[in-house]
Nanobody
Framework: VQLVESGGGLVQAGGSLRLSCAAAGRAFSSYAMGWFRQAPGKEREFVAAISWSGGSTIYADSVKGRFTISRDNAKNTVYLQMNSLKSEDTAVYYC???????????????????WGQGTQVTVSS
């Protein structure tokens, strides 16, 4: 399974970006997907996750109401729409494929078996 993120870049505070994560490999639609991020000098943190069907989503408190995760199983792609960006959103963003179809405890990195290489998001204030 290969995950490739795209859509990162430099944006001003208050702006928007949409990240995409394209998955190559089998059974994308059977697994939950998640987004994590890691800022310089900080640990990787959970951002959002979506169940295999897209019917359930969950967000970190820090992004709730600003970010939206979605997926298109026909395209083997998961998205992260990021609005009202803040300087503290600056980080490398990673998508990950869960080992499971449901969300469970999606903030646990150990639930994810595959990770992308990451895409840089920089928000200027």
């Amino acid at each position: 399974v290969q995950l490739v993120e795209s859509g990162g870049g430099l944006v001003q505070a208050g702006g928007s970006l949409r990240l995409s994560c394209a998955a190559a490999g089998r059974a994308f639609s059977s697994y939950a997907m998640g987004w994590f991020r890691q800022a310089p000098g900080k640990e990787r943190e959970f951002v959002a996750a979506i169940s295999w069907s897209g019917g359930s989503t969950i967000y970190a408190d820090s992004v709730k109401g600003r970010f939206t995760i979605s997926r298109d199983n026909a395209k083997n792609t998961v998205y992260l729409q990021m609005n009202s960006l803040k300087s503290e959103d600056t980080a490398v963003y990673y998508c990950a494929r869960s080992r499971y179809g449901d969300l469970g405890r999606p903030n646990m990195a150990s639930r994810y078996g595959y990770w992308g290489q990451g895409t840089q998001v920089t928000v200027s204030s």
